[in-house]
């Protein structure tokens, strides 16, 4: 019988109005308590219920909607600044790519209402091409990257940094991981504050990035770094908790549970802001203990930034730079560097796994597609959607895959490259409006010889079934006028 | 965490045991829920996860979404106790491991207490098609072949439940995981009252009725298990016995019109038009002889012949050889 | 430009393989909607009519979920069996089976 105790504190704690929300369902509401008016996102794993959330919050206090892409979402929250508005964009790491262009440029111009982008990494790639690190591109861009550790945090982090964005002028970064995005857990919610927009403010030289205004605004970016880091020295978000002398941990988001799982008593400084880096705190935290452990996900980038400090870190040694975290690993990594004792094996008897690789449906439309296109001996360039599962066997049926909207520029290439098959180009409905549409003006434009077989579901059924320009449905279920995929390909004249 | 004893939790409220030191009381229970997409892992998982919130714990409850949907592996860890760190359980640390499905149940057995784990699994089998893929004569699944008295050797307590039969018997197959949370109930402090409660909001309303059900035959199921344990599981139905041949190529050359047909079509890909462009046999050792090509071809250019080959059939099957 | 259905494979050959010859950009768009989302889709599932069925396996060329191996054999090799439960009708089985045994499910046991 498994027993455990009951504690009075945690009776105490439900007099206030707590609920579990998953680390998106807590982005969400963060957002919406710090009075957020427009968000806007193009789904992805694992960041397509942040969106799905904030459209369950009344229809009078925000705008909600399915962008056609990534960089689309994006230009819709920095409009939303300029007029004044609270804005959210959310979208998964490979995402930010796409945003990229209007990323970078817009960390020059700062924002009028509070800009947030919730960006959720896949480390483990349980549904990704890549496992980037998006806390690099906060240092690319210089803005503030906020690490939620759990659902709370997601919540009360999301709302400072529409605060902070205010602020410091400057759009937050609030990276989660899937872990974060899918981990539900007990939550204290609070009430809405409503932001009234500020109205836009006519300032061409901050709002116009000609390369004359741009360059007075990055010094502006680099005093804004300096300010921030100022603020992290003292920010209640960074957080030193006290342990034993002989090694102290170095870590942010996600990780900071498996560290305390591990190492409950151990000196940990659990960092809030993973960029810009506090360089006094560091100082000081490094030097109260006499080995200092950095435990991050993905890339090293605190590790890095305290070697630069000249403080002796030790990180990707003993942590992977590859896949997601668990309690073992970060286990393992404490064992191996001789921070802990190693502890006998835990593992029971395990028969060999059986193989169980995601398939296509029953009746799935893409499985006749994908027949033909084998008969077809035809090059295929794939492209991001349930059908590049066809690549496996039996259909075997794809070649490449790169990135949303490669598959029609891939196979140009390929043709031009003079392949000696014919070339294919396979994409979705959903895929061809968030980026296979120019890349297939080109097609035309340059009289490429390619067959591009637009795989029309009506639905973005890769994430669970969203509205596109195509179904004829926003993210609120209104009707919209419906993007038709023939008129996209017909015939110039 | 003592023994099973059924007596303690088949009926009335929650008993507040005290569990060793103080200290190994902060220490959350951990329960694992696996199985296929689409079977209701989800569903098993938020049920415990609110009820042991409304009993006032921390909860975790941390799954994958992403590939589930399309019949792939799906699992959720839900940890609860007065404090919880990491939301996902770590290797060997599972009190409870609660499989939908049989297969799965095997692949996560290494994430249970090695000590004193539970193991609770569903021995309905979801066959991936790719588990199939082989046209051999006399080819085997490729799907775990352990059996449930095997793998209740290997653990500390261990029930092998036909729940999906339980639930298609009762009307609803979708009812097979309240089966087994029935089942789990018998083995957590949560009095019957409470996971009705709790079930009741998670089904759809229609199905109350059958889930309560479904419910309550899981723990009697368990009940019954743990007075009288279960007669042995049937044995595996044998490997097809088949007799082995040596498969053979007649192609008519004259008769082939290239129309590349075959070559489409082989579900080895071993045949292709040669530079004469008539078919030819690219791998021998690929060819099944299923006759794809034989049955398809407009023009009876291919023949296909199972020679009779030597080894005694039933030997080869049984030891999964191929002839 | 052509529109084809996604569930007719005869026509899906046929368009692919003129639009691979057609010199230029040839766009194909195959029309059927998601089973899953916005609604599942579940039409009367089909069945296999087990003294026909000679385990050629063409069928399980689709990868078809609903697909897997029957207990009996012919000549060795695995006939196929329909998962009633996740078949949805989509007929592509039955279209690319070479001894035409596929059936819906009431026929079949006829």
């Given at each position: 019988m498994h027993t455990v105790l009951q504690t009075q504190e945690q009776a105490d704690e439900q007099a206030q109005d707590t609920r579990p929300l998953t680390g998106n369902e807590a982005i969400a509401r963060g957002a919406w308590e710090a009075g957020v008016r427009v968000a806007a996102a193009y789904p992805g794993?694992?960041?397509?219920e942040i969106l799905e959330s904030l459209a369950r919050y009344p229809v009078e206090h925000l705008y909600a909607e399915w962008s056609t892409n990534e960089k689309v979402a994006l230009d819709v929250a920095i409009g939303a600044s300029f007029a004044g508005s609270r804005a959210l964009a959310s979208m998964k790491h490979v995402g930010l790519n796409v945003a990229a262009d209007a990323f970078m440029s817009q960390a020059y111009i700062g924002v009028n209402g509070g800009l947030v982008l919730a960006v959720c990494d896949d480390p483990g790639l349980h549904s990704s091409q890549n496992e980037q690190d998006t806390r690099i591109y906060g240092q690319f861009a210089t803005v503030l990257v906020l690490e939620p550790s759990d659902a709370q945090e997601a919540l009360d982090l999301t709302r400072l940094a529409f605060d902070l964005s205010e602020q410091f002028d400057t759009m937050v970064i609030v990276r989660g991981t899937t872990r974060l995005s899918h981990t539900r857990s007990r939550v204290t919610v609070g009430e809405r504050t409503e932001h009234l927009s500020r109205g836009f403010v006519e300032n061409p030289a901050k709002n116009v990035m000609i390369p004359a205004h741009a360059r007075p605004r990055h010094f502006v970016v680099l005093d804004r770094e300096a300010r921030l880091k100022q603020y992290l020295e003292?920010?209640?978000?960074?957080r030193w908790e006290t342990g034993g002398t002989s090694f102290g941990v170095v870590t942010a988001g996600t990780c900071y549970p498996y560290v305390r799982e591990v190492l409950p008593n151990a000196s940990v400084l659990k960092l809030g802001a993973s960029w810009p880096l506090p360089e006094g705190l560091l100082r000081r935290y490094c030097e109260s203990v006499d080995r200092v452990f950095v435990v991050e996900e993905l890339e090293p980038v605190i590790e890095k930034e305290l070697r630069a400090l000249g403080i002796k870190a030790e990180g990707k040694e003993f942590f992977p730079r590859t896949g997601e975290f668990s309690p073992e690993i970060v286990r393992a990594g404490f064992e191996k560097a001789g921070a802990i004792e190693p502890r006998a094996g835990r593992v029971s008897w395990a028969p060999e796994p059986l193989a169980r690789p995601p398939v296509l449906c029953a009746g799935c439309p893409h499985t006749s597609s994908f027949m033909a296109v084998r008969a077809s001996g035809a090059r295929v360039a794939g492209d991001i959607g349930c059908y590049t599962l066809a690549c496996l066997d039996p259909l075997r049926g794809i070649d490449t895959m790169v990135s949303m909207g490669s598959s029609i520029g891939n196979a140009i290439g390929m043709a031009m490259a003079g392949d000696t098959k014919p070339v294919m180009a396979t994409i979705g409905d959903s895929t061809f409006l968030h980026g296979g549409i120019p890349a297939l003006i080109d097609a035309v434009y340059n009289q490429a010889n390619i067959t591009v077989l637009l795989l029309d579901n009506g639905i973005t059924a890769m994430t669970g079934g969203q509205d596109h320009?195509?179904?004829?449905?926003?993210?609120?279920?209104k009707e919209a006028p419906r993007s038709i995929m023939k008129r996209w390909c017909a015939p110039s004249e | 965490m003592s023994g099973p004893n059924p007596s303690n939790c088949s009926a009335g409220g929650v008993q507040l045991l005290p569990v060793a030191a103080a200290a190994k009381a902060r220490e959350p229970i951990n329960v694992l829920i696996v199985g296929v997409g689409g079977q209701g892992v989800i569903m098993v998982s938020k049920a415990l996860a609110s009820l042991a919130q409304s009993k006032g714990f921390e909860v975790k409850q941390s799954e994958v979404h992403g590939?589930?949907?399309?019949g792939g592996t799906v699992f959720s860890h839900v940890r609860f106790g007065p404090q919880v760190w990491s939301p996902t359980i770590p290797k060997g640390e599972a009190d409870i491991l609660v499989a939908l499905e049989w297969a799965e149940g095997l692949r996560w057995?290494?994430?249970?207490?090695?000590d004193s784990g539970i193991f609770i699994c569903d021995t309905k089998r979801i066959v991936p098609p790719f588990a199939c893929l082989d046209r051999h004569p006399g080819a085997l699944l490729r799907y775990s072949r352990e059996t449930p008295a095997e793998v209740k050797a290997h653990v500390v307590e261990g029930y092998a439940i036909d729940a999906t039969r339980i639930a298609e018997e009762l009307g609803n197959v979708r009812a097979a995981n309240v089966v087994l949370i029935g089942a789990l109930s018998m083995s957590l402090d949560f009095s019957a009252e409470d996971w009705e409660q709790a079930l009741s909001e998670f089904v759809p309303k229609k199905t109350i009725a059958v889930n309560l059900e479904a419910f309550r035959l899981g723990r009697r199921w368990v009940e019954r298990a743990r007075t009288a344990p279960p007669d042995a599981q049937p044995a595996e139905t044998p490997a097809p016995a088949y007799r082995p041949y040596k498969v053979r190529l007649e192609i008519t050359p004259e008769w082939?019109?290239?129309?590349?047909i075959c070559v489409k079509l082989c579900p080895e890909r071993c045949l292709r038009l040669n530079a004469e462009r008539t078919v030819e046999l690219t791998d021998a050792a690929k060819c099944t002889g299923c006759r794809l090509c034989e049955w398809l071809c407009p023009d009876f250019a291919i023949r296909v012949h199972l020679d009779a080959a030597e080894a005694p059939g039933v030997v080869a099957a049984a030891e999964g050889i191929r002839p | 430009m052509r529109t084809v259905d996604s569930y007719d494979l005869a026509q899906m050959y046929q368009t692919l393989r003129e639009a691979v010859a057609y010199r230029g950009v040839a766009v194909i768009i195959s029309n059927r909607p998601c089973v899953l989302d916005p609604v599942k889709i579940k039409g009367p599932a089909l069945a296999i009519v087990n003294e026909l069925c000679n385990a050629c396996q063409s069928c399980m060329n689709l990868g078809c979920p609903a697909l897997t191996w029957a207990s009996d054999t012919f000549e060795g090799r695995h006939q196929v069996k329909i998962d009633q439960s996740l078949c949805i009708g989509c007929s592509l089985c039955a279209q690319v089976c070479t001894v035409d045994c596929i059936k819906p499910a009431a026929m079949a046991t006829q």
């Open positions: 794993t694992p960041s397509t003292t920010a209640p978000i960074n320009p195509g179904t004829g449905k926003t993210l609120r279920g | 590939m589930a949907k399309r057995l290494p994430f249970l207490k090695p082939c019109k290239s129309c590349d | -």
